[in-house]
């Protein structure tokens, strides 16, 4: 009988474990050569997202995770990529805001995030500690592109 326990509450927790997992997601967000990011009170840099809640699509993940964490709506244009972590990455335009990068954030999730800021791509590698280093590599490449398609 414990092993029939042990073995449904393992199969229960590996389920759950998939299903957060499967579809955390964030938004890739650009506007005259600044990038928004977010500043997690561990003080590490990342694009505003996050993980999945139950039964949810990464699309959705992404809008859900950029408001909660920036306190922007916003549009999906295109997926950009998964990466190894299976984080989906969605270029993303804000659709609430009269566009200012000097703009003073409310943080939304105090708890989660230090701050927002809009950063400078040339400023990208100063002394920014980032979350997922791999990941940051491809701004440049993904700037670009965005730069192209005006």
């Known amino acids: 009988m414990i092993n029939k326990l042990y073995i449904n509450v393992f199969n229960y927790s590996v389920f759950n474990m998939l299903v957060f ?13 600044h990038i928004l990011l977010v500043q997690q009170t561990t003080n590490v840099w990342a694009l505003p997202g996050g993980l999945q809640e139950y039964n949810e699509q990464p699309e959705k ?14 549009d999906i244009y295109d997926k950009i ?10 270029r993303c335009s804000i659709i609430n805001d ?17 701050q927002i800021k809009w950063i400078k791509y040339e400023d990208l590698n100063k002394n920014l500690i980032w979350r997922f280093p791999n990941q940051a ?14």
Do not use: P
Request: with cysteine.
């Open 21 to 33: 997992v499967n579809a955390n997601a964030g938004c890739f967000i650009t506007k005259d050569n």
């Open 81 to 90: 990529g998964i990466e190894n972590n299976n984080f989906h990455i969605f």
């Open 137 to 150: 590599k491809y701004y440049e490449t993904w700037l670009i592109y965005n730069n192209s398609q005006k």
């Open 98 to 114: 009269t566009y200012n990068i000097s703009k003073k954030y409310t943080l939304f999730d105090k708890y989660e995030i230090k």
């Open 61 to 74: 993940t992404a809008i859900r995770e950029t408001l909660e964490e920036t306190g922007y709506m916003v």
